[in-house]
């Protein structure tokens, strides 16, 4: 239901924009938002956008990291710049999907690999 792309390597300093595709029988996407981990730690919220438009953000990319969202084509953007080698992680996107089945729940994507060199 849910594809991130858009990681890659970059230096650092550098930037990069994800993207999150949902597909299927989709009848209406909620909330919507960017997640991020690394070896041994946990999934950590990165950036969070309703379907108003409200954004947040983790405190670490505050100012250098900016969510969007296209309803009428790929649904979320992640638009990273001033990358760091600390923001070096699989990033993965979610969001709550209400199908044209009536089901309602929170959709995980792949995850996509973001390595920032220093």
């Known amino acids: 239901q849910l594809q991130a792309s858009g990681g890659g390597l970059v230096q650092a300093g550098g930037s990069l924009r994800l993207s999150c595709a949902a597909s299927?029988?989709?009848?209406?996407?909620?909330?919507m938002g960017w997640y991020r981990q690394t070896p041994g730690k946990q999934r950590e919220l990165v950036a969070t956008?309703?379907?108003?438009?409200?954004?947040n953000y983790a405190d670490s990319v505050k100012g250098r990291f900016t969510v969007s969202r296209d309803n009428a084509k790929n649904p979320m953007y992640l638009q990273m710049n001033s990358l760091k080698p600390e923001d070096t992680a699989v990033y993965y996107c979610?969001?709550?999907?209400?199908?044209?089945?009536?089901?309602?729940?929170?959709?995980w994507g792949q995850g996509t690999l973001v390595t920032v060199s220093s």
């Open positions: 956008i309703t379907n108003n438009g409200n954004t």
């Open positions: 299927g029988s989709i009848f209406r996407i909620d909330n």
């Open positions: 979610n969001a709550f999907i209400t199908s044209t089945y009536g089901e309602s729940k929170w959709y």
